[in-house]
Structure formats: C-alpha cells, structure tokens
C-alpha cells in the first residue's frame, strides 16, 4: 500500500504592483488618442479569452464581438459618418438613455462633455469642433483595433449586464497589457445601417463598438478624467 504525501499548499504568486486590480480600477479611463502601433499578434484573442471569465447567469455567456479591418472598417465607417453628417435618425435596439433625462444625471452628463470638449479646446459655441470631435467616434477614433459588439436580440435585459461584465473584464485585461481602450455608445445609434452595411443578420443586435490601441501621450483628450459620485450617494446601510 503505498503512503500518500500530504499536499504542499499553493501559493498564488505575488502580482506586481502595478498590476493590482485597486491601481488599475484607479487609473482606468477612456483613450481616445491612439498611435498607430498595432497590438501583437493573438493578443486581442488572448484577451477576449480572458474577458470571457466574466460572471455570466447560468453561464449563457452572451454577445459576439467583431474584429474591424480594411474594407469592412471603412465602409462601416463612411456609411456611419454619413448618417450622422446628414442628422438622420434611427430606432436604437435598446435604450440607453433614460427619457426625459433627468436634471442629476444631465448634469453629469454635460460635465463629462465640457471636460473632453474643454481639453481639445472646443467651446460650447463651436459646433463645428464638437461634432468632429463626436465623428470620430465613428471612425473608432483611428484606432489600431475596432470591435463591433453584438447581442442575440432573444437575450433578455439580464444579459446585457453579464456582457457589460465581460466588456469591462475585456477593458481591464487590456489596461493591465498597456492598451488603452474606448467604449463607444454612439455605433448603437444607427444599428439598422450597421447590419445593412456588414450583412448582419437581423436577429443580431448592435451594442457598441470599441477602440483598442496603445495610447498617444501628446493627445489632451487621453488626460480627461471625470468625477465619480461620492460613496455616499449610492451606498448605505440597512438593518
């Protein structure tokens, strides 16, 4: 009969300081300035892979992403510059928005805007600027990498959080690589005119896009940080 050893316990090693969950969470923010340094090879795989490790509700794991490139990057782009340029208007797949905005989160909501449009130096009155500060969201803001988000239009509202979760995992696994990243809403705006123009079938719902890149540290748009509600505005105690 042969003994058995007890087991030696594992020992998780030591993550390096900058790689820390708490300095990541503290120095995320959206880039929206990009080099033209592409990201390595499978690296983008390797962190969807990663993302995946997201909680999901009985493990559905919902939402596709697409990888933009050449031809098919352009001809999203020119067609989603178009509409916006024209002032056309579609029915979005889901709402983001509350309506009527209320006054509290409008509030936040021209803040964020005044601190970006404030670093590129575009004032209120420059029409002109903030809208080509706004297109570039459809051009994925010249990023290396641009991804297409989907979701199965059966999915029910649940699982836009469990893909939210897996977005944000995605963003994180990124920041802790060095990649900067940028989710953008606004692809969501015209979701009929995405899946006409990429052949998507109608059961696949647009969530939004996201930019991948490494960073442009002369570009002032990437030093914008937005205030976040104080603990006390969110969090109590009940007992």
Do not use: K, W
Not at 90 to 104: G, N, T
Not at 157 to 177: E, I, K, N, P, W
């Amino acid at each position: 009969m042969h003994s058995v050893l007890p087991l030696e316990p594992v020992t998780a090693p030591a993550i390096p300081a900058h790689l820390a969950l708490p300095a990541l969470l503290a120095q995320r923010s959206a880039t929206r300035g990009f080099t033209d340094q592409r990201l390595p090879d499978g690296c983008l795989e390797d962190l969807l892979v990663q993302a995946r490790r997201a909680p999901s509700g009985a493990n559905l794991q919902p939402g596709e992403f697409i990888s933009l490139e050449g031809d098919a990057r352009a001809r999203l782009s020119s067609a989603l510059v178009g509409a916006f340029r024209s002032g056309a208007r579609e029915a979005e797949d889901y709402s983001y928005f509350p309506v009527p905005m209320p006054h509290s989160l409008r509030r936040r909501q021209v803040a964020a805007a005044q601190a970006l449009y404030g670093a590129l130096g575009a004032e209120r009155d420059d029409r002109a600027a903030r809208d080509a500060q706004f297109e570039r969201n459809f051009r994925f803001f010249d990023a290396p990498t641009a991804l297409l988000v989907l979701i199965d239009a059966r999915m029910g509202s649940g699982c836009y959080m469990d893909l939210g979760m897996c977005l944000f995992a995605l963003m994180m696994a990124a920041d802790a690589q060095g990649i900067g990243t940028c989710p953008i809403g606004a692809i969501a705006s015209y979701p009929g005119l995405v899946r006409a123009t990429l052949a998507l079938r109608d059961d696949q719902s647009v969530v939004c896009g996201l930019a991948l890149g490494y960073a442009d540290p002369l570009a002032p748009e990437n030093a914008v940080r937005t205030a976040r509600r104080p603990l006390e505005d969110y969090f109590s105690v009940m007992r």
